[in-house]
T-cell receptor, first 114, second 114 residues
Framework: EAGVTQFPSHSVIEKGQTVTLRCDPI?????LYWYRRVMGKEIKFLLH????????ESGMPNNRFLAERTGGTYSTLKVQPAELEDSGVYFC????????????FGPGTRLTVT | SQKIEQNSEALNIQEGKTATLTCNYT??????LQWYRQDPGRGPVFLLL?????KEKRKERLKVTFDTTLKQSLFHITASQPADSATYLC?????????????FGTGTLLAVQP
């Protein structure tokens, strides 16, 4: 079974540019989560999809961040325009709808805004 | 305020000994608590989940305890091996349910010396 995949693994952009991160969850997982870890801090929740619907987006920092999940499959997280403080590692995780609570994480995308 | 605290300093132990990691939380009443392992450059990997009505959970050389009165979980690795060296993350689900976001601690770096 393929795990959660994320693309790209690393992105370096200038302040003011746009970046789109992609996450492909494990097949059959209806729950999809985005998290972020900034330098020296803990992993923090951004938002949660159930299929194509946003269930909880309470962790999204501001309206420069836009997440979508087309057809309930893969998800994208767009940052526009990027700011220096957006640098960090963005993790995607997925889980079964009726699962026991454990989440399966991707390897992360390291975003560097210069 | 709500907080999850883990040993901020690295834990160094000798191979074969038992490693004990601590997770304390305040102002949460989690339905369950999870432990994850994270290696450099990778996403967290689920290890164990313990529910609020469980005192102890075991899986091979791993053991987790959960004391909702003390608001503390302990994570033990017995007969530790150098391959157990990694960062260990405590995470809780603040609202329960299988589709819940996770709140993470900062993690404890474990180094097992041969």
């Amino acid at each position: 079974e393929a795990g959660v995949t994320q693309f790209p693994s690393h992105s370096v952009i200038e302040k003011g540019q746009t970046v789109t991160l992609r996450c492909d969850p494990i097949s059959g997982h209806d729950n999809l989560y985005w998290y972020r870890r900034v330098m020296g801090k803990e992993i923090k929740f951004l938002l949660h999809f159930v299929k194509e619907s946003k269930q909880d987006e309470s962790g999204m920092p501001n309206n420069r961040f836009l997440a979508e999940r087309t057809g309930g499959t893969y998800s994208t997280l767009k940052v526009q325009p990027a700011e220096l403080e957006d640098s960090g590692v963005y993790f995607c995780a997925s889980s079964w709808l009726a699962g026991g609570g454990e989440q399966y994480f991707g390897p992360g995308t390291r975003l560097t805004v210069t | 305020s709500q907080k999850i605290e883990q040993n901020s300093e690295a834990l160094n132990i000798q191979e074969g000994k038992t490693a004990t990691l601590t997770c304390n939380y305040t102002n949460y009443s989690p339905a369950y608590l999870q432990w994850y392992r994270q290696d450099p450059g990778r996403g967290p990997v689920f290890l164990l989940l313990i529910r609020e009505n469980e005192k102890e959970k075991r899986k091979e050389r791993l053991k987790v305890t959960f004391d909702t009165t003390l608001k503390q979980s302990l994570f033990h690795i017995t007969a530790s091996q150098p391959a157990d060296s990694a960062t260990y993350l405590c995470a809780l689900a603040p609202y329960g349910g299988a589709t819940n976001k996770l709140i993470f601690g900062t993690g404890t770096l474990l180094a097992v010396q041969p």
